[in-house]
């Protein structure tokens, strides 16, 4: 395949691939892009590179602080917690680390089991507190 650029605007591209000119109109809204051409459209989103999990997630969640393999699970949802009470207990790189509930409240979610591999920021439980 040989592709060149035959010329770039901010709302327009030109190309010439194996041998076919293609021009390709580009119209922005906000964080989407759309591009449109004689062989077809295109629309495109903007997401985030490197998006908060923490802004993602529930409000009370729980998440992985690195990736690993959860070991055990040590409470149920629905289960009155106190802070500091182990929740589950992730293995990563031949270590144990246990994930613990930071406040007193019930164990509204568990979203992780035994046996799964979870990564980096994933939502393993919901904890509901009366703060909220």
Known sequence: MQAFV????????DLEIDGTRRVYRVHRVGTDTYV?????????SETPR???PAKLAPAGSLLAPMPGL???????????VTAGQP?????AM???QTV???????????????????STGQVLAVLET???
């Open 50 to 52: 490197f998006g908060g």
């Open 100 to 118: 613990s509930a930071p406040a007193d409240g019930v164990l509204a979610e568990l979203r992780a089991k035994a046996g799964e591999q979870v």
């Open 36 to 44: 449109d051409a004689s062989d077809g459209s295109t629309a495109l």
């Open 6 to 13: 035959l010329a770039v605007g901010p709302d327009q591209v």
């Open 94 to 96: 031949k270590m144990e």
């Open 70 to 80: 959860v070991l055990r699970v040590l409470a149920e949802p629905g289960a009155v």
């Open 87 to 91: 929740i589950l207990v992730l293995e």
């Open 130 to 132: 009366d703060k909220e």
